[in-house]
């Protein structure tokens, strides 16, 4: 099976264009072009199941696109996407803001889909998706550090509780890199599948290792890789894995 994950930053874009007419506006104004050019990018790579980060569910920046169901219908998946903020967040009242969320997809039919949510942090949404053979978590932690270590003990409460061999993907925004999650893989009984770890952030020169795929015994890695496309700040993550 293939993983694809990818922090796709609203299908905003990177370089000059995020910031015309104003610094940052194309996070408000959004570039309809992008999208097109990650769906395609994402289709030619085949995978099995995708981890969408940062998704646009259908905001005036994305001319009330709901991205995920997009890219979705396009690959012939099914989608399971949610806001990811806490349902008494203040965020949830935001235009544009209330929009945003994460997303997995595989396909067709997706079932066993459930949504948690941390105690801590602004981002707060955690996507289960249960297959036949394997659990997949799909998570976004907090920029902060004393929320992430807070976040990490719920989302290890969850795992142990799992029967199946565990998938854990995502933006980690470790700044510190696999050193910072090092107990918590310890305990969940983790590995990286980026053994060198490579960089993943910034698109344009990544030097930081922010997004992370994670997997318990009973799966085994057989291909890696970090492709060099730059439709996000974050360079996506493929992981090609069988169930043993």
């Avoid at 889909?113 to 801590?120: I, K």
Wanted: glycine share 8%; proline share 5%; net charge neutral.
């Amino acid at each position: 099976m293939r993983l694809l994950l990818y922090n796709i930053r609203y299908a905003v874009g990177v370089g000059a264009n995020m910031h015309m007419p104003l610094p940052g506006a194309g996070y408000l104004l959004g570039n309809q072009t992008v999208l097109p050019e990650i769906t395609r990018f994402i289709k030619g790579q085949e995978p099995d199941i995708v981890g969408l980060i940062e998704v646009d569910t259908g905001s005036i920046r994305s001319r009330k696109v709901n991205q995920a169901e997009t890219i979705a219908e396009s690959l012939g998946m099914s989608s399971s996407f949610q806001v990811k903020y806490g349902e008494s967040s203040i965020n949830q009242l935001l235009p544009i803001i209330r929009k945003q969320g994460n997303a997995l997809l595989a396909g067709p039919g997706i079932h066993g889909e459930s949504f948690h949510f941390f105690d801590t942090g602004v981002k707060r949404l955690i996507i289960e998706l249960e297959l036949e053979e394997c659990a997949v978590f799909l998570v976004h932690l907090s920029l902060k550090y004393r929320h992430r270590h807070l976040q990490l003990r719920r989302l290890y409460d969850l795992i142990s509780v799992t029967r199946k061999p565990v998938i854990v993907a995502g933006d980690f925004n470790t700044f510190w890199g696999q050193n910072e999650i090092y107990l918590f893989m310890k305990a969940a009984g983790l590995k990286s599948a980026n053994v060198e770890g490579l960089p993943s952030y910034p698109s344009r020169s990544a030097r930081k290792e922010l997004d992370f795929i994670l997997y318990q015994d009973g799966i085994n890695v057989t291909h890696f890789e970090i492709p060099q496309v730059r439709f996000s700040d974050h360079l996506p993550l493929i992981c090609d894995f069988d169930i043993v």
